[in-house]
């Protein structure tokens, strides 16, 4: 989901927790001179502009269908087609 727009209303971040590839040692409080392993989640942010977002809520399997049927917007077709055959994908596969 998406965690803030800027102010322009041009690009949105989003913010998640992710597992450490790696095991980050630090200092054990308990014994002076040991190290322990820490396993602690790590923010993560990315920020992407809005003209790039598709919005999967507001897609219906299938829809792809009338933007390639209605003459108007064939044209356009082709610079929508990558997004809305990643949508059907998405559906198709029954990802949540």
């Not at 897609?59 to 949508?87: H, I, M, N, S, V």
Request: charged share 35%; net charge positive; with cysteine.
């Amino acid at each position: 989901m998406v965690a803030s727009v800027s102010r322009d209303g041009k690009k949105c971040d989003f913010r998640w927790m992710r597992e450490r590839l790696r095991t980050k040692w630090v200092r054990d409080p308990d014994r002076f001179g040991y190290m322990t392993p820490d396993h602690s989640l790590i923010g993560t942010k990315f920020r992407c502009p809005l003209k790039k977002l598709l919005n999967l809520d507001g897609y219906l399997p299938g829809d792809y269908k009338q933007f390639y049927e209605d003459p108007r917007t064939r044209a356009d077709y082709l610079k929508w087609a990558p997004l809305l055959l990643a949508a059907e994908d998405y559906y198709a596969k029954g990802r949540k």
